[in-house]
């Protein structure tokens, strides 16, 4: 069975795991500081009482950007992620967001095929953003709000 639910702060452990086995982007202070920002909301893609997934977003007044999304190696291609992602998204529209970001790398080809079957476009590129001297596509999806 496959659940969403809100992940908190006393869920950092779990979030630290899941993002050391997938792209290993934050450390766990670095997860700690996120938990804290003002208008952070993180929900976690679980299946049976396991979390398989995570996405990270920020509002700010009518956007979000989404700072982290993630799902477990093994569970990928499996249509967690894309359970997520609708789950955001509807989040967002019942919050009055009218756009929704996010940044990935030029050169994750799989991300950027997820994310355009969401219809996120690219707006603009940050040259050299990551340690590898890839370029960072900033992606936009505009939302229907209520």
Excluded: P
């Amino acid at each position: 069975m496959i659940s969403i639910k809100k992940i908190n702060e006393k869920d950092i452990d779990l979030c630290y795991e899941l993002d050391s086995n997938t792209i290993s982007l934050w450390s766990k202070k670095q997860w700690a500081q996120e938990f804290k920002k003002e208008g952070i909301r993180v929900f976690g893609v679980f299946f049976l009482k396991t979390l398989v997934g995570i996405c990270v977003f920020h509002v700010v007044l009518d956007e979000a950007q989404i700072n982290f999304f993630a799902v477990n190696q093994k569970y990928r291609k499996k249509g967690y992620g894309s359970h997520l992602m609708r789950y955001l998204i509807k989040q967002c529209e019942d919050s009055n967001i009218n756009k929704l970001f996010l940044e990935v790398s030029q050169t994750n080809a799989i991300a950027e095929k997820f994310y355009s079957r969401f219809d996120f476009s690219t707006v603009g590129i940050r040259r050299n953003y990551y340690m590898d001297g890839s370029d960072a596509l900033i992606k936009e999806k505009k939302l229907t709000t209520k």
